[in-house]
């Protein structure tokens, strides 16, 4: 009988628990820098985090079952990777934005923190899936 490496669920906990961490961390970073505004491109950032949280909650139950559910936790895991590309690219081209557009020093460097914020919110929800898909891997190997 296949079992589940321990170890791989530790690692899945563990970047779960450092997802966790980046998103309240964010959000204190907005109560604390009030930003004169929020730009749109900060928004999509946030909805590609959020989106990415939706294909999590959509994988955990999944690995109730791996074996049967492989073919879909794998879904799950390539949603949280493309979108982890799209924040990459809006997180880029809001930084040119921003360089371009923000003359208060103040206000830039606020913009610039929230953003990498944002971004290694989605990174790190990619980590997550990196971990699944390892725990899978050794799974399926056994």
Request: glycine residues 0%; negative net charge.
């Amino acid at each position: 009988m296949m079992k589940v490496n321990k170890l791989d669920l530790q690692s899945v906990s563990m970047a779960l628990d450092d997802c966790v961490d980046a998103i309240k961390d964010t959000a204190k970073a907005i109560l604390i820098y009030q930003p004169e505004r929020i730009d749109d491109q900060l928004v999509e950032l946030s909805q590609i985090a959020k989106a990415q949280s939706a294909a999590l909650q959509d994988l955990f139950p999944l690995l109730y079952n791996i074996k049967r559910n492989v073919s879909a936790i794998s879904l799950c895991c390539d949603r949280v990777t493309e979108l982890e590309h799209t924040a990459d690219e809006s997180y880029e081209e809001y930084i040119g934005f921003i360089f371009r557009n923000v003359d208060e020093v103040r206000e830039l460097i606020k913009y610039k923190n929230l953003a990498e914020m944002l971004e290694n919110t989605t990174d790190a929800h990619k980590k997550i899936t990196d971990r699944v898909r390892n725990l899978l891997l050794n799974y399926l190997s056994d």
